[in-house]
């Protein structure tokens, strides 16, 4: 990312680009000018909130203007979300303007003709999951099956596998039409593997977020709550081996709504995130960050206290292998 695409950009948003000092930024490039910041955000675009507040912090910045291609509108939103003078601006073709804030995503209801699958993945032995209008089973919080779209017609067809790659594989050696059975055998494989005491698995080693969650599902009282159960992200994952913070929804003690970001490693970006993923399932609860142990930087303590409603970290003890 070169100094002069910043500058030409800031430019178009009045910015006297004659006193920027550049500074580094991980995900692009950025410069101070006096109390303001600007960054051109190059590389994962819709995780580059939290690391530019927290690079704001650092360089004693008290206005901050992000300039993205990719997510302007998502930035936006949760950029509000702070206490905290943000502007967030779209770039399109070297066009520059202000970016609208993007509303949360719409709830989408599972296909009735997927809807029959749930019974069958819940009698494996899987936990039957919703996301943004997917039916999915998972073990111990690693998807083994989904519910994907026949080739002709909207009728639906379960597959058997972690991943694409593995649902492919399962159909060449067993066929397309999956079974309880199977799908029960694979299910028994998986929970194996991620109990606690397995040895070190490939199978133990994806989706450590949604494991965590699944365990503080089980005993709520890891976080202080008294009842959860799992929500849809704010966003969509793309990839059942990508590692996403995942939600979940429920009470604490006294009765009042939490909303429950769960995270297995130290990621930068999970304030935003877990701001925007209450800000869609229920703006007025409290917002708790569950990661596991040692994960919680001072910096990522005083990014949550930045938030208009402020987030608490959660920290609960990995699995033991």
Same mark, same amino acid.
């Given at each position: 990312?070169?100094?002069?695409?910043?500058?030409?950009?800031?430019?178009?948003?009045?910015?006297?680009?004659?006193?920027?000092?550049?500074?580094?930024?991980?995900?692009?490039?950025?410069?101070?000018?006096?109390?303001?910041?600007?960054?051109?955000?190059?590389?994962?675009?819709?995780?580059?909130?939290?690391?530019?507040?927290?690079?704001?912090? @650092?360089?004693?910045?008290?206005?901050?203007?992000?300039?993205?291609?990719?997510?302007?509108?998502?930035?936006?939103?949760?950029?509000?979300?702070?206490?905290?003078?943000?502007?967030?601006?779209?770039?399109?073709?070297?066009?520059?303007?202000?970016?609208?804030?993007?509303?949360?995503?719409?709830? /989408?209801?599972?296909?009735?003709?997927?809807?029959?699958?749930?019974?069958? /993945?819940?009698?494996?032995?899987?936990?039957?999951?919703?996301?943004?209008?997917?039916?999915?089973?998972?073990?111990?919080?690693?998807?083994?099956?989904?519910?994907?779209?026949?080739?002709?017609?909207?009728?639906?067809?379960?597959?058997?596998?972690?991943?694409?790659?593995?649902?492919?594989?399962?159909?060449?050696?067993?066929?397309?039409?999956?079974?309880?059975?199977?799908?029960?055998?694979?299910?028994?494989?998986?929970?194996?593997?991620?109990?606690?005491?397995?040895?070190?698995?490939?199978?133990?080693?994806?989706?450590?977020?949604?494991?965590?969650?699944?365990?503080?599902?089980?005993?709520?009282?890891?976080?202080?709550? @008294?009842?959860?159960?799992?929500?849809?992200?704010?966003?969509?994952?793309?990839?059942? @081996?990508?590692?996403?913070?995942?939600?979940?929804?429920?009470?604490?003690?006294?009765?009042?709504?939490?909303?429950?970001?769960?995270?297995?490693? /130290?990621?930068?970006?999970?304030?935003?995130?877990?701001?925007?993923?209450?800000?869609?399932?229920?703006?007025?609860?409290?917002?708790? /960050?569950?990661?596991?142990?040692?994960?919680?930087?001072?910096?990522?303590? @005083?990014?949550?206290?930045?938030?208009?409603?402020?987030?608490?970290?959660?920290?609960?003890?990995?699995?033991?292998?």
């Amino acid at each position: 990312m070169s100094d002069a695409r910043l500058r030409m950009a800031a430019s178009q948003c009045g910015a006297d680009t004659a006193s920027f000092e550049s500074v580094d930024f991980a995900f692009g490039h950025a410069a101070t000018s006096g109390a303001q910041g600007w960054i051109y955000v190059a590389e994962q675009h819709a995780r580059a909130l939290s690391p530019a507040l927290l690079w704001a912090t @650092k360089h004693n910045v008290g206005s901050l203007n992000v300039l993205t291609e990719v997510d302007a509108e998502v930035l936006a939103r949760r950029a509000q979300l702070f206490d905290f003078d943000i502007a967030v601006w779209a770039v399109n073709a070297g066009r520059v303007t202000r970016a609208t804030a993007a509303n949360p995503l719409p709830s /989408i209801d599972v296909p009735d003709s997927h809807e029959r699958f749930a019974l069958m /993945i819940e009698t494996s032995g899987a936990d039957v999951m919703r996301e943004h209008g997917l039916l999915t089973g998972e073990v111990l919080g690693l998807e083994v099956c989904r519910v994907v779209n026949e080739d002709a017609g909207d009728g639906g067809r379960l597959e058997i596998g972690v991943g694409a790659h593995d649902r492919e594989t399962f159909q060449l050696v067993y066929g397309r039409d999956a079974t309880v059975e199977s799908l029960a055998r694979v299910a028994g494989i998986v929970r194996e593997h991620r109990t606690e005491g397995s040895v070190p698995h490939p199978l133990n080693r994806l989706a450590p977020e949604r494991l965590l969650r699944h365990r503080i599902i089980s005993s709520p009282e890891l976080v202080g709550a @008294k009842q959860l159960q799992p929500v849809e992200p704010p966003v969509i994952r793309m990839n059942v @081996k990508d590692e996403m913070p995942c939600v979940a929804f429920g009470t604490l003690a006294n009765g009042s709504p939490v909303v429950v970001v769960c995270t297995a490693s /130290i990621d930068i970006d999970v304030v935003a995130f877990g701001a925007d993923a209450r800000l869609r399932t229920a703006p007025d609860a409290e917002l708790f /960050i569950a990661t596991h142990a040692n994960n919680v930087t001072p910096s990522l303590h @005083k990014l949550a206290q930045s938030l208009r409603n402020p987030a608490r970290f959660v920290e609960v003890s990995p699995v033991r292998r």
